[in-house]
């Protein structure tokens, strides 16, 4: 995150007890970025492999795949079929204009679901004007686990 906004946001976090901050992603049951989409994508991949739902669709997209070849060679006809991700075969491309200036995501770590957002940009680039939006970003999350609390009697997105 920009600004070292990751790190005043754990520190807040974790010095408030308002969630468990771990730096191990096999622990993580919600991943904080800045930034969703198809590099957010490919790097929750990388480290935490397909959900459920991505491997049925590539498992889906192989039988596909080989009943397309199948039929293929049946007709005797050419039929190819190319199937592509938004990647075009490729790593995700960033771009300065999808980077996240002051909005911060709570991503479920096994749904890829976003749990929560909260848009909180710092005025400035300086630490102090970080840290105040670091420090604003926890008590809106403080105030949304309370209010989730309230309604439902559970404390916290996980439980």
């Not at 940009?121 to 609390?149: F, W, Y």
Request: net charge neutral.
């Amino acid at each position: 995150m920009r600004s070292g906004f990751d790190q005043y946001l754990a520190s807040h976090l974790a010095s408030r007890k308002v969630l468990e901050v771990v730096t191990d992603p096999a622990l993580a049951d919600a991943v904080i970025s800045e930034t969703v989409g198809a590099s957010f994508e490919a790097k929750m991949r990388d480290l935490y492999g397909d959900t459920d739902k991505e491997k049925a669709e590539k498992q889906a997209a192989e039988e596909a795949k080989a009943k397309a070849k199948a039929e293929e060679k049946e007709d005797g006809e050419k039929a190819s079929v190319e199937l592509r991700g938004d990647t075009a075969g490729g790593e995700p491309m960033i771009s300065s204009f999808s980077r996240g200036r002051g909005t911060v995501f709570f991503v479920d770590v096994k749904t890829r679901s976003v749990l929560w957002s909260v848009y909180m940009p710092p005025k400035s680039p300086g630490a102090e004007h970080v840290e105040e939006s670091a420090r604003r970003t926890v008590a809106a999350i403080q105030a949304e686990l309370r209010r989730k609390s309230a309604k439902s009697g559970v404390s916290g997105w996980f439980k």
